[in-house]
């Protein structure tokens, strides 16, 4: 089925030692997102890829950065991972950027910082 | 800035029908999202209805919409203990960033009491 795969579910880092997570999607969807979400709390967008064009929200903190190599997959990294970051870090894709196009999630990376 | 409000909580007996309610202020809001969310998962695409539509209709899912109050609901007929979960509201509009950026509600936990 066609789907989007995040890997792994589960990553622990150290404070402070970079950390990447992955996305891949068969789908062929253009736009890839990425959504932070903490303990008991909305999804919140962090940034979008539409095809190769990268979109930060504006209060994304710059320690969060991502890499698009291809449509099919998306990365997140994040440079020096705070106590602040543990999260469930959730990718998503649409068929367009329009409004109508509905989101499609993977099943989210839990993030956990020591 | 755009606000989506959920009540927290709600409890029903298995069998009965589930209404889940959700609020939301941006009066340019064109579709309306509705979302799982299952323990440790991902969030998975229920229905959504477009501003111009009143009910939209699923198998055992009704979404209401009432533009002019701003208020959204999502009813399930004979609710299942497989039910149980998170269910997130979620509205966009036109912004013009190249994405279907979706705002959510912090979500609804229902409980279904067997």
């Known amino acids: 089925d066609a789907m989007v795969i995040q890997n792994p579910r589960y990553q622990v880092t150290q404070f402070g030692k970079p950390v990447t997570l992955s996305c891949s999607q068969t789908?062929?969807?253009?736009?890839m997102y990425w959504y932070q979400q903490k303990s008991s709390q909305a999804p919140k967008l962090l940034f979008h890829?539409?095809?190769?064009?990268?979109?930060n929200e504006a209060d994304t903190p710059d320690n969060f950065q991502s890499r698009r190599p291809n449509t099919s997959f998306c990365f997140l990294d994040i440079r020096s991972p705070g106590l602040g970051d543990a999260a469930m870090y959730l990718c998503a894709t649409s068929i367009t950027g329009g409004v109508g196009s509905p989101l499609h999630f993977g099943n989210g990376t839990r993030l956990t910082v020591t | 800035g755009e606000d989506v409000e959920q009540s927290l909580f709600l409890s029903v007996r298995e069998g009965d029908s589930s209404v889940i309610n959700c609020t939301y202020t941006?009066?340019?809001?064109?579709?309306l999202y509705w979302y799982k969310q299952e323990p440790g998962a991902g969030l998975q695409l229920l229905t959504y209805i477009f501003s111009n539509m009143d009910m939209k209709q699923d198998q055992r899912l009704t979404v209401l919409l009432n533009k002019k109050d701003k208020h959204l609901s999502l009813r399930i007929a004979d609710t299942q203990t497989g039910d149980s979960a998170i269910y997130f509201c979620?509205?966009?509009?036109?912004?013009?960033?190249?994405?279907?950026?979706?705002?959510f509600g912090t979500g609804t936990r229902l409980t279904v009491i067997p």
């Open positions: 979620a509205e966009t509009s036109l912004r013009g960033t190249g994405a279907n950026n979706l705002f």
């Open positions: 789908l062929n969807h253009n736009v």
């Open positions: 890829y539409y095809d190769k064009d990268f979109n």
């Open positions: 941006d009066s340019s809001s064109t579709y």
